[in-house]
């Protein structure tokens, strides 16, 4: 077990750490690999490499597999479970997936697409009554058993009557490489309900202007359907708990409040 401390995170100093230090296995919240793959990774010595905390996302994923040859697993958990879903090792890791229930759960997938965990497993809290927990996050269950995250059931939203998933589309955004960070979240309109906002870190050299807003537009344009473009961009820092984890409660609530500082299409 190697720990590094430090005051404030900056990538080029863990990449220092991993390049100089025998580090074997990386455990690092999607925060940490997002900024990471922003610096030139090198040859460092890992073997193993995981993600905890949120859904990673696929493109972050492909980064780290051409640079370092080895595949980022991720999983899913709660404060009241212990690990719940995961890639485990020689598990084929399908990119996006957070992988298949481990042992001990019994998941089911609602109308609704809110994972449930079904009976008593060990691994969940007492307190809860009942042989059904409901988690509060959507997923997509594919044939082969592997949950995909959508989002936080109070995350997913509508538009001119179609399901939005954030994550799809902050993936898609990761896309562009003006794009370091991302968080979309619902923003009224009057014709379609509400459409999807994207608030924005930019990556190193892209400057927050109009140029830079109707670039990331076109990409969205070619890369997404219609129902699903992002119509708002607002380039700001994003609010994070001490983990890490991106506080769209309070982005929504900003949103919702009509602090625009935008650019639209």
């Known amino acids: 077990m190697f720990v590094y401390s430090y005051s404030r995170f900056k990538a080029e100093n ?99 697409g809110e994972v449930c965990v079904a009976g008593r497993p060990v691994g969940l809290s007492p307190g809860f009554g009942g042989n059904l927990y409901r988690t509060g996050d959507v997923m997509s269950r594919d044939a082969d058993g592997y949950f995909t995250f959508v989002g936080r059931a109070d995350d997913v939203f509508k538009s001119s009557d179609y399901r939005i998933s954030p994550f799809e589309l902050e993936s898609v955004l990761l896309g562009h490489p003006a794009v370091a960070e991302a968080a979309v979240v619902p923003c009224p309109d009057e014709l379609r309900g509400c459409v999807p906002k994207a608030y924005i870190v930019l990556a190193a050299g892209w400057p927050a202007c109009a140029n830079t807003a109707r670039a990331i537009f076109d990409f969205m344009r070619a890369s997404c359907a219609p129902y699903k473009r992002v119509r708002r961009i607002e380039f700001a820092e994003l609010p994070k708990t001490v983990s890490g984890k991106i506080r769209r409660a309070e982005l929504r609530m900003r949103t919702a409040d009509g602090e625009y500082r935008e650019d639209r299409i």
């Open 14 to 112: 863990v990449l220092r750490v991993l390049r100089e230090k025998p580090v074997t296995t990386l455990c690092a919240p999607p925060t940490v690999w997002r900024m990471l793959v922003q610096d030139p990774l090198g040859k460092v010595g890992l073997r193993g490499a995981l993600s905890a905390g949120e859904p990673l996302n696929p493109e972050v994923m492909t980064k780290v597999q051409t640079a370092w040859g080895i595949t980022v697993r991720d999983g899913y958990g709660q404060t009241e479970t212990t690990a719940m879903i995961g890639n485990s090792p020689g598990q084929v890791v399908k990119p996006g997936a957070a992988g298949r229930a481990l042992p001990g759960y019994r998941l089911e997938c609602g109308d609704d």
